[in-house]
């Protein structure tokens, strides 16, 4: 035997010349006989060690089962198409392993179906792939089947207990057109991406609604009281219109940090282009300010420089300062985690890769299919904790010594 396989060269040597191969088919169709006979035996060798004796040795039977015939089936294998006779016992007690019951794939094309759609790849394609790689031909209905298969995954995944306290909780909503009863409708993916006392961020939920709005938000974060989150030290959210309000409902100790480059985003919609660069070196002073005294003087200075000009910039973000300036009362580190939604937008920038290729969407079950697949591929990458945690974690003792229990 050889380290790179069952048979020697020799041996190897000698299977070729018994089967004078002619061409690369002649070879594909010997070794489908051949896989053919190896499954054969394997079930045969299954059964033996179910009743405990080899066929037709009596004498050391010790079971009142027996075999009882064959039942034929074809199976798809890398090879084709393969018919195989699968050995029966009389009580009907044997669940043989290497071709399952009801199992007629070998391939191994379902995991290959679901590992294609979790990277965005359209039916059509898979099933392009699959015929040039085995030649196998899949329909529209067998992918549909196939991915359905992690539906209940999803739902226990979903409601999936979690902890009870997280130090950090981003929150915001990525878009999709979606058909719906006729109609090509924008859903929003709800998405809450959670750091726990450990450091560790995972993904906590998805949800799929109408265009975002508070209400939904209020509902999510129930679900997530309901699925075990007792406490949240600061949420980071966009500036949607109600979430503060819908955070209080629920999590009233929260502190909220609105997202400041979602506040500059909103800052400069009416600026003309000619003043957007100046506009924006002059807030950033703002936002950059080492307390939050020095941040609002460096906004009465940005409002003598533009107030007159632009009004509703300075209105904004004074109605807003309370939850924009959050950040000033935390250290360094934890400012670099908190004042942005960064984190959560790396995240859907990351599902868009995988998206990008579905325009429209056939039904919200078949979105949340392809979002969960692709998330599970992002958190498998989450391996390390957030940086800096050990000095952020020993701040948060501090400002929190009831809500933050080092373990």
Avoid at 109 to 136: C, F, M, N, P
Avoid at 332 to 361: A, C, D, W
Wanted: charged residues 25%.
């Amino acid at each position: 035997m050889t380290r790179s396989g069952l048979l020697s060269k020799q041996e190897l040597r000698q299977f070729v010349k018994e089967h004078n191969f002619q061409s690369a088919e002649d070879i594909q169709r010997t070794l489908k006989e051949l896989f053919a006979e190896v499954l054969q035996e394997a079930l045969e060798a299954e059964l033996d060690t179910h009743l405990g004796y080899e066929k037709h040795d009596v004498k050391n039977k010790q079971t009142r089962n027996s075999r009882n015939g064959y039942s034929k089936k074809t199976v798809t294998s890398e090879y084709g198409d393969v018919e195989i006779e699968v050995p029966r016992d009389r009580l009907g007690e044997f669940e043989p392993v290497v071709v399952k019951k009801n199992q007629t794939n070998v391939t191994g094309i379902e995991e290959q179906i679901i590992a294609l759609y979790a990277k965005g790849v359209s039916t059509r394609d898979i099933q392009d792939h699959l015929q040039g790689l085995y030649g196998v031909e899949v329909s529209p209905t067998l992918i549909s089947n196939v991915t359905n298969k992690i539906v209940p995954l999803i739902k226990e995944w979903q409601n999936r207990p979690l902890q009870q306290v997280y130090t950090v909780v981003f929150l915001d909503a990525i878009h999709f057109k979606v058909k719906q009863e006729g109609h090509i409708v924008n859903k929003a993916a709800y998405m809450v991406i959670g750091i726990d006392l450990d450091g560790n961020k995972d993904v906590l939920g998805i949800w799929i609604g109408e265009n975002e709005s508070a209400k939904f938000w209020l509902n999510v974060l129930n679900e997530l009281k309901n699925r075990g989150v007792q406490d949240i030290l600061i949420t980071c959210v966009d500036n949607l219109s109600g979430f503060s309000q819908a955070i209080a409902a629920c999590y009233p100790k929260t502190d909220i940090q609105k997202c400041i480059i979602h506040q500059i985003r909103n800052s400069t919609r009416y600026v003309s282009y000619k003043d957007l660069k100046k506009v924006t070196a002059d807030l950033k002073p703002i936002y950059k300010a080492v307390t939050e005294e020095a941040a609002l003087l460096e906004l009465e200075r940005f409002e003598e420089n533009w107030g007159s000009k632009y009004p509703l910039i300075v209105k904004s973000w004074r109605q807003n300062w309370d939850e924009l300036a959050t950040f000033f009362k935390y250290p360094p580190e934890l400012r670099k985690l908190i004042y942005t939604t960064n984190m959560i937008e790396s995240y859907h920038r990351q599902l868009r890769k995988v998206t990008k290729g579905k325009s429209i969407f056939p039904t919200d079950e078949s979105l949340l299919k392809m979002l969960y697949l692709s998330t599970m591929d992002v958190i498998r990458k989450w391996t390390g904790r957030v940086q800096n945690w050990g000095q952020i974690l020993l701040q948060l003792t501090v400002y929190y010594p009831e809500r933050v229990q080092v373990r």
